[in-house]
């Protein structure tokens, strides 16, 4: 039988060894390269991605669920922090040494520095599904060692809050879950408490 007989009855094809390549082989780009390609119009008809050490990591597509979730968490925001002194960003990027990533939600003091986006917030919410890993890991790492204040995930999976507190070079000193029933307390910027249920009955409504 012929080779190509051969594949055509479910014969697997093996890659080589030699095409496999080797995260550290890759070419990362600088953030200052990442906005000379935005400002060119590289990424008009682009995926929609962020920079994530270096690497363009693709985003979350946004279900009903994620977007009720962020829809109730930005009018939280809007109508409780104190807006002389913060300012509230949607979908809006930070500028940190090697990456610039989105966090679906941002809460920004008025006086923080801006290499080109802000440098840091006070609170970075990412509401999460397929990128729940990355939220949770890489990510949570990346803001802390950026001084974050408070880093927030929504697991829509899960149903329930990830609140990081106590930023470090390490990470998160602090990590708490939170579910149906539950609060958060004092959270930063004056803002008042979350009621876990009322963002749960928004997004699953």
Not at 91 to 99: D, K, Q
Not at 109 to 138: F, K, M, N, Q
Request: glycine share 6%; proline share 6%; with cysteine.
């Amino acid at each position: 039988m012929s080779p190509i007989g051969s594949l055509a009855h479910g014969a697997r094809i093996i890659e080589p060894m030699s095409a496999q390549i080797a995260l550290d082989e890759l070419y990362r780009i600088s953030t200052d390269d990442y906005h000379r390609l935005i400002e060119s119009g590289a990424f008009e008809d682009f995926p929609s991605c962020e920079l994530i050490d270096g690497l363009l990591v693709r985003k979350d597509m946004k279900s009903p669920e994620h977007e009720n979730a962020i829809a109730w968490l930005a009018r939280w925001l809007m109508f409780g922090v104190d807006q002389e002194r913060f300012e509230v960003r949607i979908g809006a990027a930070l500028t940190l040494e090697h990456s610039e990533p989105e966090p679906d939600l941002m809460v920004i003091a008025r006086g923080a520095p801006r290499p080109y986006h802000p440098a840091t917030a006070t609170l970075a919410i990412e509401v999460s599904a397929a990128s729940l890993r990355r939220d949770l890991g890489r990510k949570a790492a990346i803001y802390a060692q950026a001084g974050v204040g408070e880093y927030w995930v929504f697991d829509v999976g899960a149903r329930r809050l990830v609140a990081h507190r106590s930023p470090a070079d390490e990470g998160y000193a602090e990590r708490v879950e939170l579910h149906a029933g539950e609060r958060v307390a004092r959270p930063p910027a004056g803002l008042p408490e979350l009621v876990v249920d009322e963002l749960l009955r928004a997004t699953y409504a």
